[in-house]
């Protein structure tokens, strides 16, 4: 079995600073990827950030140089540090986790519960 565990959200200021984590656990053989998601009031899930196992990071334009994930694959966490917030960051922040269990090998995403992200003046 694998489990997501996600802390850190809350309320932020416009402007403000905020930093999610995440831990992966269970039956893990390979994690590929480590990222962020979120999805916001009338929006669809979308993507905000990733590290490989390479370290290489991927982030969308919308926060690209505001936000900055780091992590450790081999241990199976993951941060994102949201620097200079807007109101439009506002949502509910899920982690992901591309990986391999011990019992199948074969690659599948799993998902944290998701926890909730308020900018507000």
């Known amino acids: 079995q694998v489990q997501l565990v996600e802390s850190g959200g809350g309320s932020v200021q416009p402007g403000g600073s905020l930093r999610l984590s995440c831990q992966a656990s269970?039956?893990?053989?390979?994690?590929?990827?480590m990222g962020w998601y979120r999805e916001a009031p009338g929006e669809g899930r979308e993507f905000v950030a990733s590290i490989a196992k390479s370290g290489t990071t991927n982030y969308a334009d919308s926060v690209k140089g505001r936000f900055t994930i780091s992590g450790d694959n081999s241990k199976g966490t993951v941060y994102l540090q949201m620097n200079s917030v807007k109101e439009e960051d506002a949502a509910i922040y899920y982690c992901?986790?591309?990986?391999?269990?011990?019992?199948?090998?074969?690659?599948?995403?799993?998902w944290g519960p998701g926890m909730q992200v308020t900018v507000s003046s």
């Open positions: 992901n986790a591309d990986l391999a269990t011990k019992e199948s090998l074969v690659r599948s995403d799993y």
């Open positions: 269970g039956t893990i053989a390979v994690i590929f990827v």
